[in-house]
């Protein structure tokens, strides 16, 4: 147990309140930072429920703070201890400029930095992502990713969120020996980020687990995706918030890696019924570049089509000792609240 005080940029998103929930269970004192202080009690309602109904009362306290301005980061850093960066945006659509999502993700990474870095932070961990080490290579599929690789941004396989994601952990590495005081910065990479929401906007991420209860594809398309447990992840960065060999190291954070066809399977196979909408029979490659034609979205995905890009957390389960859940059991979890929370705001 640690009294501490530890500040969780995003505090609204959904990483971020599984961290939240972990750090207060795990006895720590929490700061959350908030773009506005008006969402301060419906930020607070989502944990409660998190929490089975119990406030978190005073080890909570909230912030405003604004990736792309430097200004309050130096009053959030006060007294603190460590620092989980989370925030950084993830659109539910792709932008038409890339920068929209590239100059928060870099600009707010580097104005949380360098206000830890005078604040006399003891250690940073940044959530980054696979998309900054699984992209940008011309044949990916009969290779093993770990942490000693890097997405090229400027490769034709990548989106605007790929490369925001991997243009700010390298501005991190970048910027950290020009700091002028001493910071230990360590980076997360996650694979898609799934399991229980606490609110019915929770994050693009869950989309395609929604998108399949709700039948919104009109068959299983050719993509796949490394996986990894939200409550997981919240796990392996505090592991790394805390362990001394950490400092100065990425850690992948994957617990497998399922295709569409497996996650419509494990969909089915753990809620019978309830996936009634899911759809069974694969979707050719040249329909769904058709759509693309028309849908703007799609083809942003097209280049994944048939992909695979399976990475090893090796790493973070030897060095820190972590153990992620079997996706399968995510998949059902993210269905399960996902259905929960929509049946709960019908009701309401």
């Known amino acids: 147990m640690s009294s501490d005080l530890v500040l969780v940029s995003g505090a609204s998103g ?55 301005d430097a200004a309050g980061w130096d009053v959030a850093m ?12 993830i659109p539910p659509t792709t932008p038409k400029n890339a920068d929209d999502l590239i100059v928060p993700a870099r600009d707010g990474t580097l104005n ?8 006399g932070v003891e250690r940073v961990v940044q959530t980054s992502s696979l998309a900054a080490i699984c992209y940008g290579r011309d044949n990916p599929n009969d290779h093993v990713f770990t942490e000693t690789d890097w997405t090229d941004p400027n490769h034709r396989d990548n989106s605007p969120y790929t490369r925001s994601k991997t243009i700010a952990e390298r501005a991190a590495w970048d910027e950290l020996p020009n700091l002028g005081q001493q910071l230990q910065w360590v980076a997360i990479n996650p694979a898609l980020v799934l399991g229980p929401v606490l609110d019915r906007d929770a994050s693009a991420s869950v989309q395609v687990v929604a998108k399949l209860l709700n039948g ?11 996986i990894v447990d939200v409550r997981d992840l919240a796990d392996l960065q505090i592991r790394a918030m805390t362990s001394q060999p950490a400092a100065g190291q990425r850690y992948i954070g994957s617990a497998g890696f399922l295709s569409m066809k497996e996650i419509a399977d494990a969909l089915r196979t753990g809620l019978g019924e309830q996936a009634n909408k899911v759809p069974i029979r694969g979707l050719p490659n040249w329909m769904v570049r058709l759509v693309g034609l028309f849908d703007g979205e799609v083809r942003g995905q097209t280049f994944e089509l048939g992909k695979i890009r399976k990475a090893s957390s090796a790493k973070a389960q030897t060095q820190l000792g972590w153990t992620p859940r079997p996706v399968e059991h995510t998949i059902v979890d993210t269905a399960t609240s996902l259905l929960s929370v929509q049946g709960s705001s019908t009701s309401g």
């Open 112 to 119: 949380v930095m360098r206000a830890a870095a005078r604040a």
């Open 14 to 68: 959904y990483v971020a309140s599984q961290c939240i929930l972990r750090l207060i269970e795990d006895g720590y004192q929490v700061r959350g930072t908030l773009r506005s202080l008006r969402r301060a009690d419906e930020v607070r309602g989502w944990l409660a429920r998190g929490r089975g109904g119990m406030d978190p009362a005073a080890a909570l306290s909230f912030v405003q703070a604004e990736l792309t």
């Open 78 to 89: 006060a007294d603190v201890r460590y620092v989980l960066h989370v925030a950084s945006p």
């Open 216 to 226: 919104d594809f009109p068959g299983l398309p050719r993509l796949s995706y490394p």
